[in-house]
């Protein structure tokens, strides 16, 4: 009995403890948070001087999904829809689950001052689209895949002022 007591023990213990830092690392955001109204304002009157945090980073790549109505379209169940999300610039995403020589159709957008060139890659088929950002407007074309795979990659000289968007679906 004393063994059992004694692991059961040491096993609250150190649930106690992962609880307890969890709890201390999630109240750390909170508090910066609080902040980030000012920061936005800051950023908001003299973007040149400031960077935006990684959350107006976040606002931008919101705001370019919003231009797609990512959220409506991702709630829509749709069964054409191959991928979509966001991209850090610079960054990639891969889609390893499509087939060769699908016809898809890419939807691109950015927020934020400066511009975006999105490259979409499968096996040897590659096409980019700049897109400027400082417009409210979206991008699209047709792609056909050359491979079991599908790339997608943002670059852009500013990368900490824009976000980015985007969404694949089969082409109809």
Known sequence: MYRFTRRTGS????VALITGMAAACSES?????ASQPEKA??????PHVQSPSQSGREQLSKKAG???NMEERLESDDKGLVSAGTLAVPGQNVDETIESRTVLRVEVACAGEGSVTFTVSSGAARTAEHVDCTQPTTSGFDFTTAGPSLAIQADSPEE?????????????
């Open 11 to 14: 096993a609250l213990t150190a």
């Open 29 to 33: 955001p909170s508090a910066s948070e």
């Open 41 to 46: 304002a800051s950023s908001t009157a003299a």
């Open 66 to 68: 919003d231009l797609l």
């Open 160 to 172: 900490d002022r824009v976000g980015t968007a985007y969404i694949v679906s089969r082409a109809s």
